[in-house]
């Protein structure tokens, strides 16, 4: 049966009479949909999503089915060959000043001693250029052949003194022959003009690739997303495809000289454009049988995990299919550090080439020219929560597939949280880890308050078990016991389960298993368990794929007029399964395997949530992981985790969430990370910009690209003249030579003069308190300008879970003063009158609110009350959250002599987690923390949960 009780507010029974009202609000029931009998009868209905098939995919790569690497020519830059026939070139770039002949001598040998094979070198005028002269005397001196790269930027004349040094120069169609742009929108209406422009590139340029084809010098036409010439832009937007006619108005211009010593690049700091810019590259080099080699690099990607992160999805990708002759990770780190993680994902594209990892040929419908999240796949959409109390007229196909889990009458935990609908982060719990459970909380990414966990956005939303501890391990039980009450939910293999249960475990069946079981005639899940999840590895026929088909379940009730109430329905599938661990089986290719299977769920329109599972040997080390995995992993590896694997299948939208497994050394990863001064340059701007919502900010080394890389940034900060920085806003430079010391402060005036700045919070200032204990981070906030010397605690639920019995003992341990606001209402007349509709005093919540007010400055109060919204926020240290079983809370209400009417309004308000709902939506993550109150045990184990948080409290300093 599927309740359908309407969201409402704390206005629940009060014990005994007279009943109290919120004012202005209605009792719960007044208006609320009845409860609806489940409706088997009436069947499934089949929701057909309408979906136009789109064309076949185009092809970008030799195969879409295997890693095949896309046959290159040979391009020779110096004595390094790139291209298919060979090895990939691994390439990185100096960050030091260029006139400074020692100190980029001295770089580019760490870098080739580090295994670079190409090193780049930004030249920005003639006397960059005459220092290049000495820079390569210097290095073939000391027996370095390690060919060098002018990068080359509006400087057509600089280009050609320097090719005459280096062994290749980079040029970039963006600003090679416009000079410094404007950017401002230029629209060519005259197509003359258009012509015009093209003839002035071929007059400068033609000279330049005429000497690099004497020399045999090579050539890198690199074009960058955001920096795009005025003229491209009036014509293609700053799009990929831009990106792609503006390389070949160049590549036309070297051809027609016969000169092929070239290859491309199409770097944006976005990997999702930058793999469809690569991969409308390589499609269209397909359609004119070109074969010129490709350099792949994720444009200014960050520093650490992140910047791995971003470079592994980007650049995995396209080697994942194949394309990539030589590569650069860039980092804000030093150019050495870049070579490591070059090499090893140079590696897994050499690996997955040689292997020919890939599965059998299948029809694909995947849109390479668009980025989009698979549809449904994602789950309810923002908004999702009040929406779905929400009438729309009968028969209407909703546009939206909701896939999150539902709640269900008579489960005893909220399995809305199982998932979140912006990604999921999953880890792996090993039942060792039970033995020390603040650890493995911590781990899992919750704060902690004495103990017990909290969940918030870093938080893994469940954890994967392959055993569960057994039923007398007091200690292992409650430790799991304690994460599903705060919403981080324990799956565990169905058998694992069924052998030992575990209540209100998700059982976990292979897909295979599952949708065989279910022609049989249904799935059993394991005693306990109160939903399914399957595991996919990538085999399934499409007939077991069949049996996730959504479908819209009609529970009952709903009115057959003009109108459907929605909450009477239930979006699942087939198998009930809410969802699947795509890890495929060994010896398959999961990038190729997925996709057949990601194919297979969009042509039957299946919108189940799939989180990806991978699982690394043990000993990886975090590097691996990171470049390797895919996506932001939170909580267990307290960081960011990125890669090929799984990234090459997000960029096509593939994936709901991801869960890793892996016991590594943290140690391993930190010893590596060496942070040069750049570094602690962004550490700096993070670290007093990063609390600032939607503020995007760039920091460069130099400016290489023309400040179009800037494209995805709304302020840059980039070094200029050395120990000078400049500052932009958007793409356009709006300070210049700022010395280093003032700059970060100048950065924050500047994004103040531009209404973009927020003061820190001071729990974000305390972060690090609000690891070591929420409660504490906490009280910060609450108590600017009103210093408590003890806590208060607010105890809320339903009525009859227990508030005043925990309160009352809790009280009595602590030295609490205990409040029950239903008494003072009474004692005290804080009401507007009575109610004669509801029979009930009417709370007046401003009354209430002022005669709390000194009581919660001083601090020290147990508040007992059903309704948590109207206390101010800053009130309350910790929110407790009672909750019991619908049947014993059932038999409690009864007991008081309520009415059945009022018993079942009740209950149905605890099945709907109303104050629950009511107190996250009113307290900050964190300080809400659900218990359960239903056998005698709970509120034993509450009350000395109580008792120690409270005696540990402390003031803030
Ligand atoms: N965890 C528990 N185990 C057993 N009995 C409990 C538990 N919690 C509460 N009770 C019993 O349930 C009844 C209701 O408890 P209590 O009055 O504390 O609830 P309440 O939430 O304060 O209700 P109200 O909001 O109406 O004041 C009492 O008889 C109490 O002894």
Redesign the pocket.
């Known amino acids: 049966m599927q309740c359908t009780a309407t969201h409402s507010s704390s206005s ?1 029974f ?3 009479e007279p009943l109290l009202q919120r004012r202005g609000r209605p009792m719960l029931g007044a208006r609320q949909a009845p409860v609806r009998a489940a409706a088997e009868t009436e069947g499934p209905m089949i929701v057909t999503q309408k979906k136009e098939l789109k064309l076949l995919t185009p092809k970008y790569c030799e195969s879409i089915h295997q890693t095949r690497r896309r046959p290159t020519r040979t391009v020779d830059i110096g004595p390094v060959k790139v291209g298919s026939e060979h090895r990939i070139a691994l390439q990185t770039m100096t960050t030091t000043d260029t006139r400074d002949v020692e100190a980029t001598v001295e770089q580019v040998k760490r870098c080739a001693d580090a295994g670079a094979d190409i090193v780049r070198i930004t030249v920005q005028s003639k006397r960059e250029a005459e220092a290049c002269m000495r820079i390569r005397e210097r290095l073939f001196k000391d027996k370095y052949d390690t060919p060098l790269v002018a990068d080359i930027h509006f400087q057509p004349a600089v280009a050609l003194m320097v090719a005459d040094a280096f062994e290749k120069i980079r040029i970039n169609p963006g600003n090679f022959a416009d000079g410094r742009k404007t950017f401002d929108e230029i629209n060519y209406d005259d197509p003359s003009e258009f012509a015009a422009e093209r003839e002035y590139i071929r007059e400068v340029f033609t000279p330049l690739v005429e000497k690099c084809k004497s020399l045999n010098r090579a050539m890198r036409i690199g074009t960058n997303h955001g920096s795009l010439s005025a003229r491209i832009l009036s014509f293609y937007g700053d799009t990929p495809r831009g990106m792609v006619e503006s390389a070949f108005e160049f590549a036309d211009i070297c051809r027609d000289n016969d000169y092929h010593n070239f290859l491309f690049s199409m770097k944006a700091s976005n990997p999702l454009v930058m793999v469809q810019a690569y991969r409308l590259l390589a499609e269209e080099q397909y359609n004119r049988n070109w074969d010129y080699p490709l350099h792949l690099g994720v444009t200014e990607a960050g520093e650490g995990e992140d910047g791995r992160m971003k470079s592994a999805i980007g650049i995995g990708s396209l080697l994942m299919d194949g394309l990539g002759d030589t590569i650069r990770v860039s980092l804000t780190e030093d150019p050495e550090y870049e070579i490591n993680p070059c090499g090893r994902l140079a590696n897994l594209g050499k690996k997955a080439d040689e292997e020919k990892w890939g599965v059998e040929a299948f029809e694909e419908h995947r849109d390479t020219h668009l980025f989009s999240r698979r549809q449904g796949g994602r789950g309810r959409v923002a908004g999702w929560r009040s929406s779905w109390f929400l009438s729309w007229p009968a028969g209407r196909v909703h546009d939206w597939v909701g896939t999150l889990p539902e709640q269900r009458e008579g489960d005893t935990v909220d399995y809305r949280p199982l998932l979140h609908r912006d990604g999921s982060v999953l880890a792996v719990v090993y039942p060792s880890d039970l033995e020390q459970p603040e650890l493995m909380y911590r781990r899992l990414g919750a704060k902690l308050v004495v103990g017990m966990p909290f969940k918030d956005i870093a938080t893994a939303d469940s954890i994967l078990m392959y055993q569960v501890p057994a039923s007398d391990d007091v200690a292992g039980r409650r430790a799991l016991r304690r994460l599903q009450e705060v919403g981080v939910h324990v799956m565990a293999p169905a058998e694992v389960l069924a052998a030992n249960p575990l209540p209100d475990a998700v059982a976990v069946m292979q897909l295979a298993v599952a949708a065989s079981a279910h022609r049989a005639g249904g799935v059993q899940l394991p005693e306990g368990a109160g939903r399914l999840a399957v595991f996919i590895d990538g085999s399934e026929s499409a007939e077991d794929l069949a049996a996730l088909k959504a479908c819209w379940l009609m529970l009952g009730g709903c009115r057959s007029g003009a109108e459907l109430t929605c909450a009477a329905c239930m979006y699942t599938n087939d198998l009930g399964a809410v969802m699947g661990l795509l890890k495929t089986a060994p010896g398959l290719s999961r990038v190729h395997a997925s996709r057949r299977v990601f194919e297979q769920l969009q042509q039957q329109e299946i919108s189940l949530p799939i989180i990806h599972h991978i699982t690394f040997p043990d000993g990886s080390s975090r590097d691996d992981i990171v470049l390797q995995a895919g996506e932001r992993l939170v909580g267990w590896w307290a960081g960011g985790l990125a890669g090929s694997m799984v990234g090459a299948l997000m960029v096509d939208g593939y994936g709901d969430g991801l869960v890793v497994e892996c016991a590594t050394e943290d140690g391993d990863y930190l010893r590596t990370t060496a942070f040069g001064l750049l570094q602690e340059v962004t550490d700096q701007i993070r670290t007093r910009t990063g609390h600032l919502p939607g503020v995007s900010i760039a920091v460069m080394g130099c400016i290489v690209n023309g400040p179009g890389e800037m494209a995805d940034a709304d302020f840059g900060y980039v070094g200029g003249a050395p120990g000078k920085i400049d500052l932009y806003v958007g793409k356009e430079v709006v300070r210049r030579n700022i010395p280093n010391e003032d700059a970060c402060d100048q950065l924050i005036d500047l994004i103040k003069e531009h209404g973009r700045w927020q003061e820190m919070e001071v729990e974000e200032e305390e972060g690090e308190q609000a690891l070591a204990g929420a409660a504490t981070a906490r009280q910060k906030t609450c108590d600017i300008g009103m210093a408590r010397s003890a806590p208060n605690v607010l ?1 809320t ?12 003992q809790v009280a009595a341990a602590t030295g609490l003063k205990h409040l ?1 606001i ?1 008494d003072l209402v009474k004692s005290q007349q804080l009401h507007t009158g009575w109610d004669d509709e509801f029979e009930c005093l009417v709370i007046d919540e401003d009354k209430v609110c002022d005669a709390l007010e000194d009581l919660m400055a001083e601090g020290g109060c147990l508040v ?3 309704g948590c919204d109207f206390f101010p926020e800053r009130w309350f240290d910790l929110v407790v959250v ?1 909750q ?1 079983d619908n049947t ?1 809370l059932w038999e ?1 209400l009864e ?2 002599g309520y009415s059945e009417r009022k018993v079942q309004e009740n209950v149905q308000c605890e099945i709907m987690h109303v104050i629950v709902e009511e107190a996250r939506d009113s307290y900050g993550e964190g300080v809400v923390h659900v218990l ?8 034993e184990e ?1 009350v000395e949960r109580l008792t120690q948080w409270a005696r540990s409290w402390r003031p803030s300093s």
Request: charged share 25%; hydrophobic share 20%.
């Open positions: 629940v009060q014990r005994g105890v639920g339903t009525p009859g879970t227990g508030k005043t019995s925990l309160s009352e029950n239903g007992d009350y059903h009672l019991a014993v409690r007991k008081r359960q109150s239903s056998t005698a045990e709970e509120m509450n």
